[in-house]
């Protein structure tokens, strides 16, 4: 018996018999004692445990602890005593625990396994429209399309004996063939791709009694169709045709000089074309910066804006607006970037300016409220229509009331970021984004935040975090933006803004910008 486990000898050498039954879970074995030929009782720093073996072989092990009577768990070493009627006396820390075999019962009942809940992307869903649905609401054999790839599994064994003890092992049989074995009841898989797939689950009393067979559902995840044979077919006719093609080309050379001249007036067609285009952008960036404010405003004092669009015209927005000694300020990041995101940032600015200047409404989770309203007004999202628009944003907004010094804060997806005396705290967004009502139809957090001079606030949008990095560097990510405004938190903010957009240029080096960048930070004086 050592710290390291328990061993038998075998010849000349020792051989471990279990090395769970010592792992740290229950501490290391302080005491030891045999209650008979097969079964070997041991006193942990946690605990006790009851061996049994067949030969040399553990054949079943189950612990102890305060759920079986075992008020004092911590062990001390070598006291244990077994008496001739079977008791065995542990000596403890806080006294001494008897162990009586007559009230021993083993619970050779396994728990009683069934699915509460089948989520797709971590949200309720109505699985009528891919599967059978269960009277309990699961799915029977979903056939899923590729985007739905993000599923998430609630089962629950039950049993009225230490229903805490039961142990879960579950695997998904088409991304893996490995068990996990785990307490939680749930099990989450993201980014699937196309193929069929297995959902096997199985339970364990405290006692080591098992279903007899796994829970399962199966289901399939649809390739999107680029990806089918058919279209593989597609393709490869078109190449065969485009070399038979080519080959008849070649073979005459008046064809090919009428094939270049019409070429060339397409080409000038096509380059006209995109003049007309790339004019009728630029455009819609003077249109866009007329309606953004500048990225320094009077009314917010000790405020820098780090403002870098993907394209000429962005999806990302941010929205001032002061009145009466409210400072509101918002950082957006519509659907998309470029013309898309850019055409969805005005519609939210103007409509964040109706709101508060018109509805006369300052509490931010109210503005959020009419303004997933209003979205969805002006996007007939509310309609049968299957092709209606599911374009939206997500946005952090806070109200500053100068008269208190408190800060009122409600977010859609995105969080606020609280610098106070140099440490950084989260305040968390509601997982709703604009442009969802119909879908979540839930109000909108609003958080009262009693400022102090020296706080520092930061909202921002996701293409910071989401930037990949020169020579490899993966992700920007949280951690990387939260250590760096931590890191500059004493400068100015003149000085922070500098140093933000020389970390990510940095960071970035020659690879390309992938999406809108925004972050903005104000300093409570």
């Known amino acids: 018996m050592t710290n390291n486990g328990l061993f038998r000898k075998s010849g000349n050498s020792f051989v471990q018999i279990h090395a769970e039954a010592t792992s740290a879970s229950a501490g290391g074995f302080l005491s030891m004692i045999q209650a008979n030929d097969s079964t070997i009782w041991v006193g942990m720093s946690r605990g006790v445990s009851r061996l049994t073996f067949r030969g040399d072989s553990l054949v079943a092990t189950r612990t102890y602890g305060v759920n079986d009577g075992f008020e004092n768990m911590d062990c001390n070493p070598r006291a244990v005593f077994l008496n001739q009627d079977g008791r065995i006396w542990f000596g403890t820390n806080g006294g001494i ?32 429209e891919w599967a059978e649905i269960t009277f309990d609401g699961i799915p029977i054999n979903p056939d899923l399309p590729y985007d739905k790839n993000h599923i998430s599994f609630r089962f629950k064994g039950v049993t009225h004996v230490n229903p805490e003890e039961v142990v879960y092992r579950y695997r998904l049989v088409g991304q893996t ?44 995840i649809r390739p999107p169709f680029w990806q089918t044979w058919w279209f593989y077919l597609i393709i490869v006719t078109i190449i065969a045709g485009g070399i038979y093609s080519y080959l008849r080309i070649r073979s005459a050379n008046f064809k090919i000089t009428q094939i270049n001249q019409e070429l060339n007036v397409q080409k000038e067609i096509i380059s006209s074309k995109n003049k007309d285009i790339m004019d009728s952008i630029y455009y819609a960036k003077r249109i866009q910066d007329a309606v953004l404010p500048p990225t320094t405003v009077p009314d917010f004092p000790g405020t820098f804006v780090f403002f870098k669009p993907k394209d000429v015209v962005s999806g990302d927005f941010y929205w001032f607006y002061h009145i009466d000694g409210l400072r509101l300020f918002a950082a957006a990041d519509c659907t998309g970037h470029g013309v898309p995101g850019a055409f969805m940032s005005i519609i ?4 964040l300016d109706k709101i508060a200047g018109e509805y006369n409404i300052y509490e931010p989770a109210k503005i959020l409220d009419k303004l997933n309203d209003e979205i969805s007004r002006t996007l007939h999202q509310k309609s049968a229509d299957k092709d209606q628009i599911r374009d939206g944003m997500d946005m952090a907004l806070i109200c500053h009331n100068t008269h208190n010094n408190t800060l009122e804060f409600a977010g859609a997806v995105n969080p606020l970021w609280l610098m106070r005396a140099g440490a950084l705290e989260t305040i968390k967004g509601d997982r709703m984004p604009i442009g969802t009502r119909d879908i979540y139809n839930k109000k909108y957090t609003n958080h009262v935040i009693s400022l102090q001079p020296g706080d520092l606030i930061y909202l921002y949008t996701d293409g910071i975090i989401d930037q990949f990095g020169a020579n490899g560097g993966g992700k920007f990510k949280t951690r990387r933006l939260k250590d760096l405004l931590e890191k500059i938190s004493h400068l100015s903010t003149e000085a922070q803004l500098r140093a933000i957009e020389s970390e990510f240029e940095s960071w970035k080096g020659d690879e390309e910008q992938l999406d809108d960048l925004l972050v903005i930070g104000c300093q409570i004086s």
Do not use: M
């Open 97 to 128: 625990n008897v162990y009586h075999p007559e009230f021993d019962r083993v619970n050779t009942k396994p728990p009683k396994l069934r699915f509460t809940e089948v989520l797709l992307f971590q949200a309720e869903t109505d699985w009528s």
């Open 177 to 220: 063939n490995d068990w996990i074995v785990t307490k939680d009841r749930k099990a989450d898989y993201n980014n699937l791709p196309p193929g069929d797939y297995r959902f096997e689950v199985s339970c364990t009393n405290k006692d080591g009694f098992s279903t007899s067979q796994p829970l399962v559902l199966e289901f399939t």
């Open 348 to 351: 939210g600015y103007n409509l």
